[in-house]
């Protein structure tokens, strides 16, 4: 039972930036370099999860044993280089309309992202000036368990103060909402990338949409 909305919580690639395409490529080519076989779409099978826990999964498939720290940093350095390859990732289309109505609620809003890359801040406060305070952002650096453990969407209320049922997360990956239903959250997905809608209800998604605008538009049927 959802009481009034007091805190929005979103995350970061496939919400609020159009990255996903150019992580999944990344990934793919610098699994194969490193001889992993990692298909485009299962990155987004495994989006959320930290670089750390992809990295060994690949390691525990392939070789039957954990990744080593050394293997962990050389293979998530030439990840992010592969990725720095790409242009920057455009907003989201629709995401700033989103914000700024929401903005204009008075609802608090929050990034809870996976991604703990040093320019995440700029990036934020560049794309959308004026909508999310430093210390409504959290990133894998504030967490000990990253996504599908429940504990960044936890922190996320902690931080806001509000109960389960006065918030909101927009996510769009199945361990992303997973992660936010096992906080107990009333979760929104939005089904930016190729996995059929099946794959974000089957972790629980309290509603599937298609595009940021259609969240938008129906923000006071969906929450009241
Ligand atoms: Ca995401």
Known sequence: MMKNIRAVFFDMDGVLFDSMPAHAKSWETVA????????YEEVFMNEGRTGFSTINMLMQRTHGRDATQQEIDDIYEAK???FNKYPEAPQMPGAMELLIKLQRKGLALYVVTGSGQPSLLERLRLNFPGIFRPERIISSKDVKHGKPHPEPYLMALDRAGVEANEAVVVENAPLGVRSARAAGIFTVAVN???LPNIAL???GANIVLATLHELCEQWESIVG
């Open 201 to 203: 209800e089957a972790e």
């Open 192 to 194: 930016t990338g190729p």
């Open 32 to 39: 194969k370099q490193f001889g992993f076989d990692l298909p």
């Open 80 to 82: 992010c280089q592969e």
